[in-house]
């Protein structure tokens, strides 16, 4: 016994079938995506949600693992993978991630742990702290204007001919 289902925002169809007494397990397509429609965007279903949440715990999540969390949350691990190759979903992750990456607390953290590495004698920690804490220090430049001829006294501009001359004849006797 087979029966259409149709998947809604891929707009493809897909047969489901008993096999051996159960049901096939299915892609899903994207299913529970709806569309805010002040915005546009599209909204994330909850478990798609509860997974992006868990993947930005980073390396300290519980549980450990995908299969893990795929099966404490009644899913199936491949569902887990097709999930994270969805393109709005890789869409979210990247940008929830770069928010995350850039958030004043974990880069001041990075921050003292080069600074305490580095007082520790770690040069090359040392190297990339003062590269980083260089970026703030004002830049000076120095300019040094040349007079021009016409805002010259008669005399300093004597003096500036004479010391040209000593400088040809100088570099004249060497060559």
Known sequence: MFAQVNVGVTGGTVRAGLVGGGVVPQNGGGRG?????????????????????????????????????????????DSVRRMKRDVRFVREWNRRCAELNIHPERTQSVIDSLHAAAVGGNVQAANLYL????????????????????????????????????????VGDDG
């Open 33 to 77: 995506w709806k569309v805010d429609e002040a915005t546009g965007e599209y909204i994330m279903p909850p478990k798609w949600l509860a997974l992006m949440e868990w993947l930005l715990e980073g390396p300290d999540r519980d549980p450990a693992f995908q299969y893990e969390w795929a099966a404490a949350n009644g899913l199936h691990e």
């Open 131 to 170: 590269q980083y804490t260089d970026r703030f220090t004002p830049r000076q430049r120095l300019i040094q204007e040349e007079p021009v001829a016409s805002d010259l006294s008669d005399l300093e501009l004597a003096d500036q001919l004479e010391a040209q001359v000593r400088h040809l004849r100088v």
